[in-house]
């Protein structure tokens, strides 16, 4: 359920920059710890611009790689979560990004 109250901050988010105009696309980028799982952001998506009498856009969500720093000083990208370090096969790791839920970007017709 965490994906509908990111959703409705995406919705509002989006119909607000909008200003009454239709929105076409929107790039959202949902990192690999930020506990968002695509398909159900994309549902709670629809069903809000559809709530809000809006034509549903396109979206283009992505989940890129998150970055550590080993124990070990190696920095890394991770993307999927049990594998360990590149340099040392170790876990201990300190999460640089990948926590977050971000609306990159977002297209709107003219007005």
Known sequence: M???SVALSIVETALRHAA???????TIEAGLFSGVFAD?????????FEEQGQPIPNFHLSSPPAR??????????????????????GHRRTLLTGRDCVLVSMEVADA
């Not at 009454?20 to 929107?26: A, D, M, N, P, Q």
């Not at 991770?78 to 040392?88: A, I, R, Y």
């Open 2 to 4: 965490h994906e509908h």
């Open 20 to 26: 009454g105009r239709k929105v076409e696309s929107l």
């Open 40 to 48: 159900s952001l994309r549902f709670y998506l629809e069903l809000l």
């Open 68 to 89: 550590c720093r080993c124990e070990c000083g190696s920095e890394y990208p991770l993307s999927v979560v049990l594998d360990g370090c590149p340099s040392c096969g």
